[in-house]
């Protein structure tokens, strides 16, 4: 289950919440990580938030599209809390306009792409970029989303 948190209003008139059930669904079922009554707290911000807590928590001192944060090195199989994602209104809605997509599209995109990370997918190697861009590009296209790569 999500827990959507708005300390962006904005995001209201986007539609942030109806977005997480699709995407938490198909994150899950392709990775076969499934744990049962799991929690995610997602919160809808702007970019000035993000870019504290990408300087707090990653020491890069700049607004980023969506960060995220495991609750633990492995993701609990029942139960429990998978993590924290935050997600940025004015990068995610710039990035869309530029690349010419929905904004629910790439919010979408984000979404999974954030939720992979709580379960232990990274991107940190050209392997795991591409086993993680893979997954993304898979359950993106189980909702009718073209490829975002």
Known sequence: MIEVILEDE???AIGLEPLCGPAEREALALTGRMPEGFEIALMGCDDARIATLNRDFRE????TNVLSWPASDTPPMEGGELGDIAIAYETCT???AE???SVHHHV???LIHGILHLLGYDHISD???GE???LE???LAKLGISNPY
């Open 60 to 63: 890069k001192d700049t607004a």
């Open 127 to 129: 392997e795991e970029a």
């Open 132 to 134: 993680m861009e893979a």
């Open 137 to 139: 590009i898979k359950a």
């Open 108 to 110: 979408t995109h984000l």
């Open 99 to 101: 690349k010419g997509i």
């Open 10 to 12: 904005r995001w209201a």
């Open 94 to 96: 710039r990035e869309a």
